[in-house]
T-cell receptor, first 116, second 110 residues
Framework: GAVVSQHPSRVICKSGTSVKIECRSLDFQATTMFWYRQFPKKSLMLMATSNEGSKATYEQGVEKDKFLINHASLTLSTLTVTSAHPEDSSFYIC????????????FGSGTRLTVV | DAKTTQPPSMDCAEGRAANLPCNHSTISGNEYVYWYRQIHSQGPQYIIHGLKNNETNEMASLIITEDRKSSTLILPHATLRDTAVYYCIVDQTGANNLFFGTGTRLTVIP
């Protein structure tokens, strides 16, 4: 089945620094990838849709300058949390749609970000 | 926005069938129903999806009512490892993304 690899799984960073999270589709091409954020005991909240070769589409209330998304190839999208603050601490999850298969959307394993 | 409603939590005895309901009364004719589950601190895992007909795979069965306004996910023999949050999602065709509702937290009890 389709596999999406997300890295790193955990990261701790200092306030004011930036953190990059990678999302790779390993065995299929994904023209579109999606980034979610999840707070403890809450559901996933869609942050943005990442389009290969073009600008990402952000959901209402998500700061595009804060959460930079780059989708430079058909298998890689990155999310950079810039000038991180403790309130950015969360679980970030990416997903990609495998149009060629029957599994719908495939999700990465998530990244636990802690800003200290 | 999520177009589904699910009970917030359910318990199921180990070895018994777990039946998880979902209402999607505003579903459109070309929208699929997807089920995912999320075990603590992991990404969601695909379970099954369907359009009109009932579906079965190695993980579960999906029963969709004839009017398509609701569905039920059936885990035929629940194990402790099935304890997770189960999300029922309507694929908003053309929107090219998935919006998650609150899901059902299933606890399988020994």
């Amino acid at each position: 089945g389709a596999v999406v690899s997300q890295h790193p799984s955990r990261v701790i960073c200092k306030s004011g620094t930036s953190v990059k999270i990678e999302c790779r589709s390993l065995d299929f091409q994904a023209t579109t990838m999606f980034w979610y954020r999840q707070f403890p005991k809450k559901s996933l909240m869609l942050m943005a849709t990442s389009n290969e070769g073009s600008k990402a589409t952000y959901e209402q209330g998500v700061e595009k300058d804060k959460f930079l998304i780059n989708h430079a190839s058909l298998t890689l999208s990155t999310l950079t949390v810039t000038s991180a603050h403790p309130e950015d601490s969360s679980f970030y999850i990416c997903s990609a749609r495998n149009r060629g298969g029957s599994y719908g959307y495939t999700f990465g394993s998530g990244t636990r970000l802690t800003v200290v | 926005d999520a177009k589904t409603t699910q009970p917030p939590s359910m318990d199921c005895a180990e070895g018994r069938a777990a039946n998880l309901p979902c209402n999607h009364s505003t579903i459109s004719g070309n929208e699929y129903v997807y089920w995912y589950r999320q075990i603590h601190s992991q990404g969601p895992q695909y379970i099954i999806h369907g359009l009109k007909n009932n579906e079965t795979n190695e993980m579960a069965s999906l029963i969709i009512t004839e009017d398509r306004k609701s569905s039920t996910l059936i885990l035929p023999h629940a194990t402790l490892r099935d304890t997770a949050v189960y999300y029922c999602i309507v694929d908003q065709t053309g929107a090219n993304n998935l919006f998650f509702g609150t899901g059902t937290r299933l606890t399988v009890i020994p």
